[in-house]
């Protein structure tokens, strides 16, 4: 699925890469590099969103030309991909292929993509659309290998990855955007409890007070490897 999506990506983006500016590079602004280039992305990104990101912005906030970034880089999209990749990078344990625990080291490994991403809240609505990175794809290749290391048959395998790759995505992405004040949840809470007759069960379990995110994603995500792991 994403193969298809982010090879068809990488075509057309390099249809629309243009060439780099004619003659030496300019030598009367700030020096770029790559990396410099990505890190302020990055910062931009965090304050203005995907939207907020401009090539003449991002320019502007380096102190050079607009043509300079063509240098380093052929377009927008290489930068998305770029940021993107380097917030996820995975530094965990180094040991991971000798851990006998490979619950706990699943645990961390989604835990850590998800925390990665509600730093960068921007990430998680960019990742299903874009080329997949060396970054992206060590980690898909470490949870491959850990699940399969645990039991999982290869002909679930796929399944498995899907199956929490979804809930990833989908807890970060409704934690990024569920931003409610203590007072409009107690609001919120007011009026379904006056509609109780009709929706019993939410009213009785208090589900808009419920802020308790990293406990609820913790607590999912065994219910899901409950299912996915056969019993030893």
């Given at each position: 699925m994403a193969a298809k999506r982010s090879g068809a990506r990488s075509k057309q983006s390099q249809r629309k890469t243009p060439s780099p500016p004619a003659g030496p590079e300019p030598r009367n602004e700030p020096a770029l590099s790559l990396e410099r280039i990505v890190a302020t992305a990055v910062e931009l990104l965090d304050t203005d969103g995907v939207d907020g990101l401009k090539m003449r912005r991002l320019a502007d906030r380096l102190g050079a030309g607009a043509?300079?970034?063509?240098?380093?880089?052929?377009?927008?999209?290489?930068?998305?991909?770029?940021?993107?990749?380097?917030?996820?990078?995975?530094?965990?344990?180094?040991?991971?292929?000798?851990?006998?625990?490979?619950?706990?080291?699943?645990?961390?490994?989604?835990?850590?993509?998800?925390?990665?991403?509600?730093?960068?809240?921007?990430?998680?609505?960019?990742?299903?659309?874009?080329?997949?990175?060396?970054?992206?794809?060590?980690?898909?290749?470490?949870?491959?290998?850990?699940?399969?290391?645990?039991?999982?048959?290869?002909?679930?395998?796929?399944?498995?990855?899907?199956?929490?790759?979804?809930?990833v995505i989908g807890a970060t992405t409704t934690r990024a955007s569920f931003e409610l004040s203590d007072e409009d949840r107690a609001a919120a809470q007011q009026r379904l409890t006056a509609l109780s007759q009709h929706y019993p069960t939410i009213e009785r379990s208090r589900l808009l007070l419920d802020n308790d995110w990293d406990g609820a994603f913790s607590k999912g995500l065994d219910f899901l490897l409950d299912g996915l792991v056969p019993k030893q």
């Open positions: 043509m300079s970034l063509y240098w380093h880089v052929g377009n927008k999209e290489e930068v998305l991909d770029l940021a993107l990749e380097s917030v996820l990078e995975y530094r965990g344990p180094a040991s991971l292929d000798e851990s006998q625990d490979w619950r706990g080291d699943v645990v961390h490994m989604l835990e850590d993509w998800r925390a990665c991403m509600l730093r960068h809240p921007w990430s998680a609505s960019l990742l299903p659309r874009r080329a997949l990175g060396p970054n992206i794809l060590s980690r898909l290749e470490l949870l491959s290998s850990t699940l399969s290391r645990a039991g999982v048959a290869d002909a679930d395998l796929n399944v498995a990855i899907w199956s929490l790759w979804n809930y």
